[in-house]
């Protein structure tokens, strides 16, 4: 089976790209997969190439591609009740990160983490409390904290509120933004909600079924979606003004089983704009216009998939 | 935590007062008459008489229970051994540092070797080395052992004579004995250890501590170990109790002089005290080792907190 297939996607230093996909998109695989991280076995990248900073990551020692985790590239993990050891206390598992990393030991970690706590909010004096002392939201910037310790290139965050409450949604968002700004580093963002990478991203990449279906900039993929499942997306979001009882869009049919993919375009049973062709074969990645490239035979007309 | 201990062992004397009077009870309704047994078959009645009169077993079942309770918990006499006419706990005195230091080496070897068998097969799970540990400690959780023992000796003092098959006083002497105790407890605590950690492995925080850059080993050794330790802890403890109470079989194929064979010798001859002087040793050592993990929890684990 393979979840992710024909991906390829740049990200330039400092620059913040949104990776969009419904659940089982393969969005959490791509990310793993940068940080080698996929479970073996069952799991197994069977071909490509990562290109970090110049070197591929797919061809690097475990001692490199460990020097390279963490210090380089951090991700923060989707379910912070789960994400931390429970049995260190959470200034540990930042002076882990900082030991590993790092010329600093002992007590001037100690201090980098307190330093690395501070700067997500948490006060000194819980340095020495235990994951299940905290609450969700604040384990989520613990999480944070040990993500930028070293501060990375690069940061992958995997739905980094998806588990938390609403309220504490727009907090933490808002912190990794001024973080990513603060380090200056890479942001990949992954999640299922357009309007955090609206705010957030400057890249936006829509995945389907294990491919990139529409890659853009935020300001051409906002305006003019290409892809039908783009467009899909989109109507999907609730708006204000829909009158109130009033049935939500949504995109017909259920994701492909990706152990069993539908022939030609993975979206084709479920594309309102389907043609024979589209159930025939795949059109592969094309730029339709100057940085914005499309998966789709027929995409919309510009101007057509419009969104105000 | 004082307070926790505190009631701890409270409800240890609970359990031991309710195996003290589970225990009588039993051997009281078990045909058979210790009488006959110390005295001789065809013994004639008068003296059968003087010795019930003597060890007030012509009183009626209500009386001697209370006795023996009385005795046993405000005197701290466990009462006279009918066949070794001497107190019943200077018999287990003189045996229980035996059994106890058998059964200590035994969870000694089977923890030194069930966990890192158990790691190691959990790294490398359905490798040829794991398929092969899986087949071996089906095989140690399933040999019975005095069947272990009696292999034990057919090959190491038999037919290579290198080790004695009797007795427990001496260090070669006491190796076939902790080898035979230890052979199901290595594969039961292989098997936990092994599942427990397959089960930790998988989860976030480990993934979040690769993630880190941190070397597999200390991955494995200081995350997951200690976070797949709780369950293995339990087995280890329950190993425990099983191997003082497998200490009557091994005791007597090696002709060791413990607890084990005294209280399968005071079995055969009906001597009451013995038996219950035996049950009780073994369920007080398994409720104090008990009580010694569930306080260890809280050390491993913040979470648990001991109120």
């Known amino acids: ?308 | 935590m004082v307070k926790y201990i505190f009631r701890r062992v409270l409800l240890l004397l609970l359990v031991v007062v309710s195996v003290m009077v589970i225990i009588f009870t039993i051997l009281y309704f078990t045909p058979g008459d210790p009488a006959k047994s110390a005295l001789g078959q065809d013994a004639n009645p008068e003296s059968i008489a003087a010795f019930h009169a003597k060890y007030g077993l012509d009183k009626p079942y209500p009386e001697q229970l209370a006795r023996y309770l009385y005795k046993a918990i405000f005197k701290l006499d466990l009462g006279y051994s009918y066949m070794m006419k001497s107190p019943v706990s200077m018999e287990l005195a003189t045996r229980i540092p035996v059994t106890m230091k058998l059964a200590f080496w035994a969870v000694v070897l089977s923890t030194l070797i069930g966990i890192p068998l158990g790691v190691i097969c959990s790294i490398r799970q359905y490798s040829f080395l794991d398929s092969l540990a899986t087949l071996v400690t089906l095989l140690g959780v399933s040999m019975p052992t005095f069947w272990t023992g009696l292999l034990l000796i057919l090959a190491f003092s038999v037919h290579l004579g290198w080790l004695p098959s009797m007795g427990a006083s001496t260090v070669s002497e006491m190796i076939l004995p902790i080898v035979t105790l230890s052979g199901s407890s290595i594969a039961v605590i292989a098997r936990m250890t092994r599942s427990s950690m397959l089960e930790v492995i998988r989860s976030d925080y480990i993934r979040t501590a690769r993630a880190k850059g941190q070397k597999e080993r200390v991955v494995i050794m200081r995350h997951a170990l200690p976070n797949a330790m709780i369950p293995i802890l339990t087995i280890i403890s329950m190993q425990f109790g099983a191997l003082l109470s497998g200490s009557i079989v091994t005791e007597a194929i090696f002709s060791i002089s413990g607890v084990g064979r005294l209280m399968l010798e005071a079995i055969n001859l009906r001597d009451y005290p013995v038996i219950q002087g035996g049950v009780l040793f073994i369920s007080v050592a398994f409720c104090l080792i008990n009580m010694a993990v569930d306080i260890l929890y809280a050390f491993i684990d913040p979470r648990i907190h001991v109120k």
Do not use: W
Request: charged share 20%.
């Open chain 1, 1 to 308: 089976m393979h979840a992710v297939n024909h991906l390829n996607l740049t990200l330039h230093r400092g620059k913040a790209l949104g990776f969009v996909g419904e659940t089982g998109a393969g969005k959490t695989t791509t990310a793993l997969a940068i940080l080698q991280l996929i479970q073996t076995p069952p799991g197994k990248i069977t071909g490509g190439s990562i290109m970090f900073e110049g070197h591929d990551i797919m061809k690097m020692t475990e001692a490199e591609k460990r020097q390279i985790r963490g210090d380089r590239i951090s991700m923060i993990f989707q379910d912070p009740m789960t994400s931390l050891n429970p049995l260190k206390t959470v200034e540990d598992q930042i002076v882990e990160m900082i030991g590993l990393h790092s010329a600093m030991k002992g007590e001037e970690a100690r201090k980098r983490a307190l330093e690395m706590l501070a700067l997500v909010g948490i006060r000194p004096e819980r340095s020495k409390d235990y994951p299940h002392q905290f609450s969700g939201g604040m384990r989520q910037r613990v999480g944070i904290a040990i993500a930028l310790a070293c501060e990375p290139s690069l940061l992958i965050a995997d739905e980094p509120t998806t588990a938390l409450d609403v309220t504490i949604q727009a907090q933490v968002m808002e912190l990794i933004k001024k973080l990513q700004s603060v380090v200056n580093t890479s942001f990949l963002l992954i999640t299922h909600d357009l309007g955090i990478v609206a705010e957030i991203c400057d890249d936006v990449a829509i995945m389907y079924a294990g491919r990139i279906v529409e890659y853009s900039n935020i300001r051409q993929l906002y305006s003019h979606p290409l892809h039908p499942y783009t467009r899909g997306l989109f109507d999907a979001v609730p708006r204000l003004d829909t009158r109130l009882g009033g049935k939500l869009s949504v995109i017909p049919g259920l994701p492909p089983d990706p152990i069993d993919l539908p022939k030609g375009c993975a979206f084709s049973p479920r594309c309102p704009k389907a043609r024979p062709l589209c159930h025939e074969r795949e059109c592969g990645m094309r730029e339709y216009e100057p940085g914005h490239f499309v998966n789709c035979h027929f995409p919309l007309e510009l101007g057509e998939g419009g969104v105000q």
